[in-house]
């Protein structure tokens, strides 16, 4: 009993992340959101483009898990702006893979999964834990940075993979994802290994939160509240600093003194085990169903567009098939820079990026490398209409560009 008392006191002034409390899950969900959100944002407002986010945002988690791991016990600004920016990394990284690198959502979906596999498999084979209330060593907190990388990885690709290759779109699969994390706290509830269950959330909350930070900032015509990514990153920056302060004042969520039996509960490994087939299982049911449904529903043709001259249809035949409402949107788009309406222009872009995103599940397994091509240079002519100090001369060249790949 006595050493017990002894070094609880010294337990809690050492470990380094909050307890989990119900501000755990709520500033986690913001900063997952924001993540999804500033990415967007600096990618595509700021046209700074993946790269030089990339390096940006890798030099400012260097910087800020440098503080981190000098700090002796868990502070809140600086635990929670380190889970941001790692929120936002690993939506890069995984960006830059599918983007730029042309790797495939379902690979990206396996890769990081391994990886965070074989973390934890480090872990529990150097430290015998993975319980958070045990990080009280700086390897303990290497491990507990990576894995959380590498949580953010997955649940952006996996999010990613439902929303845009199997075509669910980001609120079905929210609420597919919410359905989840219920189904896993009620699991927990009734006897689910709680190391098991806090994990299997915490990477649900990536698309969950990505999710949310997508019907904020999409058009309504896609199913969205209009308010875009400028206005979706401050509402979520602002609340995230508000929770913070209230979090470092009145401390909440301070990690408890814990009876000695806390960290022994078993029956972990099977629960991994059952818990993992399960999700492969599902998984790989559901990925085939609806690739199925998806290839039957493919238009076996194009379909012919009507000729603005009245001399009978034309069809803009391309791998991909049919593309002609989207060059009436460039078109469109293209018209009202050439008339000076440049809010306008932008407005109508809009439709171009929810509408694109729609077709993918359809429009991308006909052709990746057509695909590919022509996403490339939607995103090109985002970044330039939604430039800070948009160039009319850049945004009419990358307009004209993509309207010579649409057909």
């Known amino acids: 009993m006595t050493s017990q008392r002894v070094l609880q006191p ?20 913001l900063c997952t959101t924001v993540g999804e959100s500033a990415a967007d944002f600096l990618n595509v407002n700021l046209n700074l483009g993946l790269t030089g986010v990339s390096v940006i945002t890798g030099v400012l988690l260097a910087v800020t898990l440098a503080v981190q791991f000098a700090t002796k016990r868990y502070v809140p600004g600086v635990y929670w702006l380190t889970v941001a920016l790692v929120s936002v990394f690993g939506t890069l990284v995984t960006d830059n893979l599918t983007d730029a690198a042309g790797v495939p959502l379902e690979t990206s979906t396996l890769l990081f999964g391994v990886l965070l596999a074989v973390t934890f498999l480090a872990w529990y084979g150097t430290e015998k834990t993975l319980s958070i209330h045990s990080i009280v060593t700086w390897r303990r907190e290497a491990f507990y940075w990576l894995a959380i990388l590498f949580t953010f990885a997955l649940g952006t690709a996996t999010g990613d993979l439902m929303a845009e290759v199997l075509g669910l779109g980001y609120l079905a699969t929210g609420a597919i994802v919410a359905a989840l994390i219920a189904l896993l706290a009620i699991g927990w509830r009734l006897g689910l290994h709680p190391v098991l269950a806090f994990w299997c959330i915490y990477v649900l909350t990536r698309p969950l939160g990505a999710s949310l930070g997508d019907y904020l900032a999409q058009p309504p015509d896609a199913g969205g509240l209009g308010l875009g990514t400028t206005v979706t990153s401050v509402i979520f920056a602002a609340a995230i600093l508000g929770t913070v302060l209230y979090l470092s004042v009145a401390k909440p969520d301070l990690t408890p003194a814990a009876p000695a039996s806390a960290s022994r509960e078993r029956g972990g490994l099977w629960q991994t085990v059952v818990v993992l087939a399960l999700v492969l299982i599902a998984g790989a049911t ?29 069809a803009h035949v391309t791998p991909l098939g049919d593309l002609s409402a989207f060059r009436k949107i460039t078109q469109d788009t293209l018209d009202l820079l050439n008339a000076g309406n440049q809010s ?64």
Do not use: C, M
Not at 16 to 24: A, C, G, R
Not at 293 to 300: I, M, R, T
Not at 368 to 394: H, N, Y
């Open 344 to 407: 306008g222009a932008t407005s109508r872009v809009d439709d171009l990026e929810s509408q694109w995103d729609e077709a993918e599940a359809r429009l991308k397994p006909k052709d990746r490398a057509s695909w590919t091509e022509i996403d490339g240079k939607i995103d090109k002519v985002l970044r330039e209409l939604r430039a800070t100090s948009p160039q009319p001369a850049d945004e009419k060249a990358a307009l004209t560009a993509l309207l010579g790949s649409l057909g």
């Open 286 to 314: 559901g990925y085939s169903v609806r690739k199925s449904a998806l290839q039957d529903s493919a238009d076996p043709a194009p379909v012919a567009a009507p000729n603005a001259s009245g001399g009978g249809p034309v």
């Open 10 to 29: 010294h337990r809690q002034l050492l470990n380094k992340v909050p307890e989990i409390t119900v501000y755990f899950w709520i500033v986690k969900v």
